[in-house]
């Protein structure tokens, strides 16, 4: 299929770029992916999807804080859509680099949003806000009019970048849009983020390559959806006729405890809790051993302990809800992993 739309996606090395890269070009778009200098390259994930050398894919180096070349990069493509997904994104790295995240994840924004206003006022801007800026519950289920208290410098940083794309969008008419999405994870994720690391560990124990899988906080309770849905989410976002803010989520919560209790089960292992707080254990039933333990180190100076999500408005305005279950989306994650792991790559 061609289209004669073209697309802009920041952080295409990244979980959700991939897989957005991976639907607009299934449209037809003519799609420019940026991507960070760096010593080796990092397209693992659109190799994995098989589009890395798709004829209507160009790969351009750039980064967020570069205002100059972001200007000319967009003067260059002339691009339709823009959707800014790059981002210092792990939440437990932004307390140890604050500045970074700042500038990466609020300021990047803004580079961006002043380019479009000098080139072209007319593209269209997706802002990928995030359910870390509800951060200390306010209320539940969180929606788009929930008040926020984000409780991390990303989610700080978040916050400013959401806030900006709105003011944008009343002080200049540029149609700059924000999805404020859940947690969203996939076979692609991260191994950084819990749920991979879970799946990873998993993987590697069943298969003898690790022993145990330690973590941090066990009873935040996190609304998990399946990211390549979430994509679809934000295209739609960019589609409506007028710009707006959207919550995506799934509307269930389960604590990081229950994502481990499924991902064993997912390897027919069955777990029994035992202890609490930083003396929790997680030990096979069957044989007595442990395999899950508690190490502050992964503690957080300030956690963000419930988030469930609203996404009626995303479903009345724009028909997108999701429809892989939490139960599907781990199977799916602890079998890449498997699969990875028997054939030896470490990604
Ligand atoms: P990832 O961490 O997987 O990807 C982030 C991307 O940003 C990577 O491509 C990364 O490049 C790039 N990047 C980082 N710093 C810079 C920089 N200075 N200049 C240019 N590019 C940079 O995140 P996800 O794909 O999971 O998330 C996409 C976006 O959505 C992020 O903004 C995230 O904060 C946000 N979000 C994510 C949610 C989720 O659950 N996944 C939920 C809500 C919001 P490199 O590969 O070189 O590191
Ligand atoms: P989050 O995702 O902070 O919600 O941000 P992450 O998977 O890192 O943490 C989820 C919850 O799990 C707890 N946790 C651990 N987390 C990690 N990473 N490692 C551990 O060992 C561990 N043990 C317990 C955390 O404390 C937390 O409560 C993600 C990112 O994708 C953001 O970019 C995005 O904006 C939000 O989701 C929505």
Redesign the pocket.
């Known amino acids: 299929m061609t289209n004669s739309k073209k697309a802009l996606i920041?952080?295409?090395?990244?979980?959700?770029?991939?897989y957005l890269a991976q639907l607009l070009l299934d449209k037809g778009y003519q799609v420019t992916g940026?991507?960070?200098r760096?010593s080796s390259v990092?397209f693992w994930r659109i190799e994995e999807l098989g589009i890395a050398t798709h004829p209507q894919l160009e790969l351009v180096e750039?980064?967020?804080?570069d205002l100059s070349s972001m200007t000319r990069l967009i003067q260059r493509v002339q691009p339709d859509e823009i959707y800014?997904?790059?981002?210092?994104?792990?939440v437990g790295v932004s307390f140890d680099q604050p500045l970074t995240t700042g500038e990466?994840?609020g300021l990047?924004a803004v580079n961006l949003l002043e380019a479009i206003r000098i080139v072209n006022p007319n593209i269209r801007f997706y802002q990928?806000?995030?359910?870390?800026m509800f951060g200390k519950v306010q209320a539940v289920p969180q929606k788009e009019d929930t008040p926020f208290y984000p409780r991390s410098p990303?989610g700080v940083a978040?916050l400013y970048a959401h806030w900006m794309t709105v003011n944008y969008r009343e002080s200049y008419g540029i149609f700059g849009a924000s999805g404020?999405?859940?947690?969203?994870?996939s076979p692609l994720?991260?191994r950084e983020?819990v749920t991979r690391k879970i799946t990873d560990s998993v993987a590697k124990i069943h298969l003898g390559l690790q022993d145990v899988l330690e973590l941090g906080n066990m009873d935040a309770k996190r609304d998990w959806g399946y990211?390549k849905e979430?994509v679809e989410g934000m295209w739609r976002i960019l589609q409506a006729d007028t710009p707006d803010t959207y919550v995506l989520a799934t509307n269930r919560t389960e604590t990081v405890r229950d994502f481990v209790t499924m991902a064993f089960k997912a390897v027919d292992i069955d777990l029994a809790w035992s202890g609490a707080a930083e003396n929790e254990i997680g030990t096979c039933q069957k044989t007595g051993r442990a395999l899950v333990r508690v190490n502050p180190k992964f503690y957080r100076p300030a956690e963000v302990e419930l988030l469930i999500g609203d996404a009626g408005k995303a479903l009345r305005e724009l028909g997108w809800k999701p429809q892989t279950t939490l139960e599907q989306l781990c199977q799916m994650m602890v079998e890449a992993d498997l699969r990875r792991n028997r054939a030896g790559v470490s990604f």
């Open positions: 920041t952080g295409i090395t990244g979980q959700d770029g991939a940026t991507y960070r760096t990092n750039f980064d967020l804080t800014n997904l790059a981002a210092q994104s792990f990466i994840t990047g990928a806000s995030t359910s870390e990303y978040k404020i999405l859940f947690n969203h994870e994720r991260g983020f990211a979430y």
